[in-house]
């Protein structure tokens, strides 16, 4: 391919050249036909026209079968492919040249935008020998949460004088996954005033398993004679049982709004990154305690995790936590509708949201309470993170910030516990803040 | 309902954490804003101009270069000394006769006068232009240096004869060859002081890391060697062609061959472009057959 600077050296000979013959001038055209010798010999023997490369991920390297491929071939391994904001991720690239001959390459391994390379460099000017190899490592900071990709590889080779040149993208990708960052709430509850949000092992009103006492009843086949009341017996001289009340952990559900709305503000800044950090800890926090969790994220569309327990279900949370992304503008009073008949009753919601631009929000939460739900907002403060990028005038800012505390106050006013989330503040203080300790 | 208060002390063991930074609510106060995309939220994209690209960096250097290392300067060296051969030789091979001043003053002493004053200005914009790095006056230097050899008039090659050079044509030719060669070789390494002071900050600022740079510097200087001599030579094969050609011909009828040896047209610019399309129509031709991949592969497997 041409650069620019031969383009410009062959399009100078050209004119030379006419000109030359044109004015029967003799130098005209000695300069260029030198200057087209030139480019040509670069053309011939720049070597150029040799990047004929494959790229394949490295776990599908097995050994010398590559070769067949083409000449520089890339590979790639990730130090992980699941990892916490701000956290880092190390890259290892190994580039081979299969052919005879020494190149010298330009190599340049592409990064998410957001990424910041922390350490090494993911562009790399180097000569690799004839059936040489070598291994490039560089480290990135992950500062967001999301599903990223690195790659492809882009080789450039050019003659020494950059006259022309051939670039090549290597098709290798290797996906990783950034799960918000978590918040360690388990301190703040010990220090509060109250143990816990939310009591963790909440006794349902049924019989079952468990041990708590709930009734007493009549011996029927089959029942353990360890459950046999043998007072009740002696009492009422028939075979009495004692009947315990199921033991179960309550469902926790999280509502998380991804809206387009929620991503006002700064990229790093805005209510939909809080929100999905929130999610993350509160997921945490309560799946460490045993208790049932169920996610639900809407903007676009309605996407939920089924409550579950466990290690392996806060991988799910943070994986659909991680792929959140701000769209649509489906109102709440839709999710509530969609949601409502599979919640059991009294189950605790946390709904964490910017309270923007839904007109549906106070009947929505207004339904939730009247069926006795226990309702948490935490709202990070999309005006705060405008304010701050000064994005917002002063003027506008009140006005929005009056608005927002008229909407709170009738929130609160429903019984929902609620706390407006300013950008500094941690989760522990916000939620604290809510529950009203 | 958010609380009055940011007082958190019983949430801290009496350890007041507050719950926003002061320095944002005393901003909120005082600053003046407006509702434009603060600068900084803006990615800062550089993409080269066109002239920026021809000229291997910014016209405008944004990026400060660190001081020269040892390459570079050598390199600067080198652009000095092809300056002033170069500035010698426009001298000798562009007489201010038939330059477009001459046409327009009509008088050869102040034509003389101009001619010197363009080779001088661009014998010191270059140097100006490679000492501080600015690609600004290295661009003027080139601009000067293809002006001063602009000329209406002539169909042989003219000279200043300094030395007693018009009686030796062939001395003459080679002289505006060995003047081509320079102005593309002054092209190239002033470039090249621009690259690689690019290069270098970069490295030194580790956006770029090379490996084995004393092999990519030896491969620049090989070049810097071979390319010019490898110019030299052919570009003399092509401008003999008036002498070649009937050589050749001269192998089918002796005649003939004398009869071109003797054309005004072939010895004239016309014979060097004639030359010219023959040697090129034999190198677009190994174009179209794709001889540089083959070559290519060729060098590729060599030794499998």
Same mark, same amino acid.
């Given at each position: 391919?041409?650069?620019?600077?031969?383009?410009?050296?062959?399009?100078?000979?050209?004119?030379?050249?006419?000109?030359?013959?044109?004015?029967?001038?003799?130098?005209?055209?000695?300069?260029?036909?030198?200057?087209?010798?030139?480019?040509?010999?670069?053309?011939?023997?720049?070597?150029?026209?040799?990047?004929?490369?494959?790229?394949?991920?490295?776990?599908?390297?097995?050994?010398?079968?590559?070769?067949?491929?083409?000449?520089?071939?890339?590979?790639?391994?990730?130090?992980?492919?699941?990892?916490?904001?701000?956290?880092?991720?190390?890259?290892?690239?190994?580039?081979?040249?299969?052919?005879?001959?020494?190149?010298?390459?330009?190599?340049?391994?592409?990064?998410?935008?957001?990424?910041?390379?922390?350490?090494?460099?993911?562009?790399?000017?180097?000569?690799?020998?004839?059936?040489?190899?070598?291994?490039?490592?560089?480290?990135?900071?992950?500062?967001?949460?999301?599903?990223?990709?690195?790659?492809?590889?882009?080789?450039?080779?050019?003659?020494?004088?950059?006259?022309?040149?051939?670039?090549?993208?290597?098709?290798?990708?290797?996906?990783?996954?950034?799960?918000?960052?978590?918040?360690?709430?388990?301190?703040?509850?010990?220090?509060?005033?109250?143990?816990?949000?939310?009591?963790?092992?909440?006794?349902?009103?049924?019989?079952?398993?468990?041990?708590?006492?709930?009734?007493?009843?009549?011996?029927?086949?089959?029942?353990?004679?360890?459950?046999?009341?043998?007072?009740?017996?002696?009492?009422?001289?028939?075979?009495?049982?004692?009947?315990?009340?199921?033991?179960?952990?309550?469902?926790?559900?999280?509502?998380?709004?991804?809206?387009?709305?929620?991503?006002?503000?700064?990229?790093?800044?805005?209510?939909?990154?809080?929100?999905?950090?929130?999610?993350?800890?509160?997921?945490?926090?309560?799946?460490?305690?045993?208790?049932?969790?169920?996610?639900?994220?809407?903007?676009?569309?309605?996407?939920?995790?089924?409550?579950?327990?466990?290690?392996?279900?806060?991988?799910?949370?943070?994986?659909?936590?991680?792929?959140?992304?701000?769209?649509?503008?489906?109102?709440?009073?839709?999710?509530?509708?969609?949601?409502?008949?599979?919640?059991?009753?009294?189950?605790?919601?946390?709904?964490?949201?910017?309270?923007?631009?839904?007109?549906?929000?106070?009947?929505?939460?207004?339904?939730?309470?009247?069926?006795?739900?226990?309702?948490?907002?935490?709202?990070?403060?999309?005006?705060?993170?405008?304010?701050?990028?000064?994005?917002?005038?002063?003027?506008?800012?009140?006005?929005?910030?009056?608005?927002?505390?008229?909407?709170?106050?009738?929130?609160?006013?429903?019984?929902?516990?609620?706390?407006?989330?300013?950008?500094?503040?941690?989760?522990?203080?916000?939620?604290?803040?809510?529950?009203?300790? | 309902?958010?609380?009055?208060?940011?007082?958190?002390?019983?949430?801290?063991?009496?350890?007041?954490?507050?719950?926003?930074?002061?320095?944002?609510?005393?901003?909120?106060?005082?600053?003046?804003?407006?509702?434009?995309?603060?600068?900084?939220?803006?990615?800062?994209?550089?993409?080269?101009?066109?002239?920026?690209?021809?000229?291997?960096?910014?016209?405008?250097?944004?990026?400060?270069?660190?001081?020269?290392?040892?390459?570079?300067?050598?390199?600067?060296?080198?652009?000095?000394?092809?300056? +002033? $051969?170069?500035?010698?030789?426009?001298? =000798? #091979?562009? &007489?201010?006769?038939? @330059?477009?001043?001459?046409?327009?003053?009509? *008088?050869?002493?102040?034509?003389?006068?101009?001619?010197?004053?363009?080779?001088?200005?661009?014998?010191?914009?270059?140097?100006?232009?490679?000492?501080?790095?600015?690609?600004?006056?290295?661009?003027?230097?080139?601009?000067?240096?293809?002006?001063?050899?602009?000329?209406?008039?002539?169909?042989?090659?003219?000279?200043?004869?300094?030395?007693?050079?018009?009686?030796?044509?062939?001395?003459?030719?080679?002289?505006?060859?060995?003047?081509?060669?320079?102005?593309?070789?002054?092209?190239?390494?002033?470039?090249?002081?621009?690259?690689?002071?690019?290069?270098?900050?970069?490295?030194?600022?580790?956006?770029?890391?090379?490996?084995?740079?004393?092999?990519? +510097? $030896?491969?620049?200087?090989?070049?810097? =060697? #071979?390319? &010019?001599?490898?110019? @030299?030579?052919?570009?003399?094969?092509?401008? *003999?062609?008036?002498?070649?050609?009937?050589?050749?011909?001269?192998?089918?009828?002796?005649?003939?061959?004398?009869?071109?040896?003797?054309?005004?047209?072939?010895?004239?610019?016309?014979?060097?472009?004639?030359?010219?399309?023959?040697?090129?129509?034999?190198?677009?031709?190994?174009?179209?057959?794709?001889?540089?991949?083959?070559?290519?592969?060729?060098?590729?497997?060599?030794?499998?």
């Amino acid at each position: 391919m041409w650069s620019r600077k031969s383009a410009l050296l062959g399009s100078m000979a050209v004119a030379m050249y006419l000109l030359g013959l044109t004015l029967r001038n003799s130098q005209l055209v000695t300069i260029a036909v030198v200057i087209f010798v030139f480019l040509t010999w670069a053309a011939l023997f720049g070597g150029h026209a040799d990047v004929a490369s494959s790229g394949r991920r490295a776990d599908e390297w097995t050994g010398e079968e590559g070769v067949a491929l083409g000449s520089v071939l890339a590979m790639r391994k990730l130090s992980g492919s699941r990892i916490f904001e701000d956290g880092e991720l190390t890259v290892t690239l190994r580039m081979q040249n299969n052919s005879g001959l020494a190149k010298i390459l330009e190599v340049r391994d592409r990064v998410p935008e957001v990424m910041r390379i922390k350490q090494g460099s993911n562009y790399i000017l180097m000569e690799l020998g004839p059936r040489r190899e070598t291994y490039i490592e560089y480290t990135v900071e992950c500062p967001l949460r999301g599903f990223y990709s690195v790659g492809p590889v882009a080789v450039r080779m050019q003659d020494p004088f950059g006259l022309f040149h051939k670039e090549k993208e290597l098709h290798v990708y290797n996906d990783f996954l950034v799960f918000p960052k978590m918040e360690d709430l388990k301190d703040t509850f010990v220090k509060s005033r109250v143990p816990k949000i939310f009591t963790g092992a909440v006794n349902i009103r049924q019989p079952g398993p468990g041990s708590e006492f709930y009734s007493l009843r009549e011996y029927f086949e089959g029942d353990s004679f360890r459950a046999i009341n043998w007072s009740a017996y002696a009492r009422s001289g028939k075979l009495m049982v004692n009947e315990r009340e199921r033991d179960a952990v309550s469902d926790i559900i999280i509502i998380i709004d991804s809206r387009a709305v929620s991503e006002t503000g700064p990229v790093s800044r805005n209510a939909l990154v809080y929100s999905t950090r929130a999610a993350a800890s509160l997921a945490k926090y309560f799946l460490g305690r045993r208790d049932s969790v169920g996610v639900v994220v809407y903007g676009d569309e309605v996407v939920s995790v089924d409550r579950d327990t466990g290690k392996k279900q806060l991988y799910v949370i943070l994986t659909k936590l991680a792929g959140a992304v701000a769209r649509g503008n489906i109102p709440l009073q839709v999710v509530v509708n969609r949601i409502l008949p599979h919640i059991n009753k009294g189950s605790p919601i946390i709904f964490l949201s910017n309270l923007e631009d839904d007109p549906t929000i106070v009947s929505a939460l207004r339904d939730f309470r009247a069926r006795d739900f226990d309702v948490t907002v935490l709202s990070p403060s999309s005006l705060e993170f405008e304010f701050d990028a000064r994005r917002l005038d002063r003027t506008g800012y009140e006005v929005m910030k009056t608005e927002r505390d008229v909407l709170l106050g009738e929130l609160s006013s429903l019984g929902v516990n609620i706390m407006d989330w300013e950008p500094d503040m941690l989760l522990s203080t916000a939620l604290a803040g809510a529950r009203g300790f | 309902m958010r609380k009055a208060s940011s007082d958190t002390a019983h949430l801290y063991d009496g350890k007041t954490v507050r719950s926003s930074a002061p320095s944002r609510k005393k901003l909120a106060g005082q600053t003046g804003i407006g509702s434009e995309i603060p600068m900084d939220a803006i990615p800062e994209l550089e993409m080269p101009s066109f002239i920026e690209s021809l000229i291997g960096g910014p016209i405008v250097p944004k990026m400060k270069f660190l001081p020269p290392d040892k390459f570079v300067q050598n390199m600067q060296l080198g652009v000095y000394v092809i300056l +002033v $051969g170069l500035a010698l030789l426009t001298y =000798i #091979i562009s &007489p201010p006769e038939g @330059t477009i001043w001459f046409m327009l003053l009509g *008088s050869s002493d102040l034509a003389l006068i101009f001619q010197i004053g363009i080779i001088a200005g661009a014998t010191g914009l270059g140097f100006w232009g490679a000492y501080q790095r600015d690609a600004r006056y290295m661009l003027g230097s080139y601009s000067l240096f293809i002006l001063a050899i602009m000329r209406f008039a002539s169909s042989k090659t003219s000279v200043n004869d300094l030395f007693g050079l018009a009686d030796s044509p062939t001395l003459l030719a080679s002289l505006v060859v060995i003047y081509s060669v320079l102005l593309i070789m002054y092209f190239e390494l002033s470039n090249g002081v621009m690259r690689y002071s690019m290069l270098d900050t970069s490295i030194r600022t580790n956006e770029v890391y090379v490996m084995n740079p004393k092999k990519i +510097v $030896g491969k620049y200087h090989r070049s810097l =060697i #071979i390319n &010019p001599i490898i110019a @030299t030579v052919l570009a003399s094969i092509v401008l *003999s062609a008036n002498t070649i050609l009937p050589w050749f011909v001269g192998i089918l009828s002796e005649d003939t061959a004398t009869r071109l040896r003797e054309s005004v047209e072939l010895g004239s610019v016309y014979g060097v472009a004639l030359g010219t399309l023959f040697v090129f129509i034999v190198v677009g031709a190994l174009f179209a057959l794709d001889l540089p991949t083959y070559i290519q592969k060729k060098r590729e497997s060599s030794d499998e």
